[in-house]
């Protein structure tokens, strides 16, 4: 088997230039790839597209990048609390795509299925609607919204094996499954790299095929966003 | 006059034995606290998770774990976690019962308007659209009237549409509506206690319907 087993980020990062379209998984702060973030941020490629649910914050996630001026272009569903972001949009230097989340998420699907497109009742009749196709089935309406396309697809799950075989842990599931399958590059970092054979095949989520890097992360924060307890 | 958590408490009601459930954020959030004991409801999160539970303890805390709003969350038994395409794959195939979702504007014909002030930032519609287009049973948990004073119940929305003839029902401080989608127009079903048909008549834009007796919600 070909070894798909990188030392670190800036390994598991190589070939990526300005100008390519990236998507990273997560949802919020939960189940981001930290790891390749920094690297991306030390590295200070620019131009990018950044296909993601969510923008980060101030000084984390997809934020840091925002920070550097390495994104061009943000599509996202809900872009959150983000001063650094709100500045770059009004003055213009950032592009935003808005899009209904589970709109992103299926066209991360498609093109992980291999199919060109969807058909989804989202956004019918508003905004999102012009200038795309919409179409009758059974008496309602549908939008044909194209599955996209990302040079490098960037996931966190929480075990891996050697063969890039992929575990996720709660819900930092999210986006990363359909995003692992959808890049021409798929690059996991993971929490715990195991060899071979002590993954149970049964509890894959995503099979290794369709990982071309992985390797174990180190440090993660695991910030979390919105701290809510119940009092006792 | 109900508060938000009288509005919850009524939307509450709605809520039956065996639903599964997507709430959103705001005064739908608010509801979780009202379901009955004696029923099973199961709560849907759409970052992919069916079973949520009420915040943990402190120290229990778990980053890997958090709803649609980005807050710590606690699992109950029975729960499943999923990516974030079959979350949206039980929405738009409703397997979902019912939505419980805010609003800025509805219309007599069930157009919602609840992503996008012009003028404004726009954070985003994050997953409102798939929602109001896909579910089959939404109730609109709103105020009636503005910040301004000014209704919320209109002929047409004025600000960007989220969707399209998808609100049936709607439950507001003054009281439960439902929405005529077919032929346009807000049919007053409840009164909240206190409040007079004339009362919800003139905070209401949009064409009203009330019948001579229109009875008070039952709390």
């Known amino acids: 088997m070909i070894n798909k087993v990188v030392n670190h980020a800036e390994e598991a990062i190589e070939g990526m230039t300005d100008g390519m379209t990236l998507m990273l998984g997560g949802f919020g702060l939960c189940g981001i790839p930290e790891n390749c973030i920094s690297e991306i941020v030390k590295k200070g490629i620019t131009g990018l597209t950044c296909i993601s649910n969510n923008a980060g914050v101030d000084d984390f996630g997809i934020g840091l990048m925002l920070h550097k001026r390495q994104v061009k272009k943000m599509i996202a569903s809900y872009v959150g609390e983000n001063a650094e972001f709100e500045r770059q949009l009004l003055s213009g230097e950032l592009e935003v795509e808005l899009i209904p989340q589970g709109t992103l998420a299926t066209r991360c699907l498609a093109a992980g299925y291999g199919m060109p497109a969807i058909f989804t009742p989202a956004g019918v009749g508003t905004e999102l609607a012009e200038g795309k196709e919409v179409r009758d089935f059974g008496g309602k309406d549908y939008l044909m919204e194209m599955a996209f396309e990302a040079d490098f697809a960037i996931v966190k799950a929480w075990k891996g094996d050697t063969a890039g075989n992929l575990i996720y842990r709660k819900t930092a599931r999210n986006f990363n499954p359909v995003m692992a399958m959808a890049g021409k590059i798929t690059i996991a970092e993971v929490e715990e790299l195991v060899e071979v054979g002590e993954l149970d095949p049964d509890q894959i989520h995503t099979p290794g095929v369709f990982v071309h890097r992985i390797f174990q992360g180190n440090s993660y924060e695991k910030r979390i966003e919105q701290r809510t307890v119940r009092s006792v | 006059m109900l508060d938000k958590n009288g509005i919850a408490k009524r939307i ?195 064409r009203f319907i009330a019948n001579n007796d229109v009875p008070e919600m039952q709390l």
Request: charged share 20%; hydrophobic share 45%.
């Open chain 2, 12 to 206: 509450a009601k709605e809520i039956k034995d065996g639903y599964y459930v997507n709430l959103g954020i705001g005064i739908p959030t608010l509801v979780a606290n009202y379901i009955p004991d004696n029923i099973n409801v199961v709560l849907q999160s759409e970052n992919g998770l069916l079973g949520m539970g009420p915040f943990p303890f402190e120290g229990e805390e778990d980053a890997d774990l958090i709803n649609a709003g980005k807050q710590t969350i606690t699992m109950l038994p029975g729960s499943a976690v999923f990516d974030s395409a079959m979350s949206f794959g039980m929405i738009r195939a409703q397997k979902v019962d019912l939505t419980i979702l805010g609003a800025m504007e509805v219309s007599e014909y069930g157009d919602i308007a609840n992503w996008k002030i012009p003028g404004k930032l726009v954070k985003g519609m994050g997953g409102a659209m798939d929602l109001v287009a896909s579910a089959k049973n939404i109730i609109v948990a709103m105020q009636q009237v503005n910040k301004a004073g000014e209704s919320k119940l209109l002929p047409q929305c004025t600000l960007p549409l989220t969707g399209v003839k998808c609100i049936r029902k709607i439950v507001t401080e003054m009281a439960v509506f439902e929405v005529d989608v077919e032929n346009g127009g807000f049919h007053l079903v409840e009164r909240a206690p206190g409040i007079s048909v004339e009362q919800v008549r003139n905070a209401t834009a949009g």
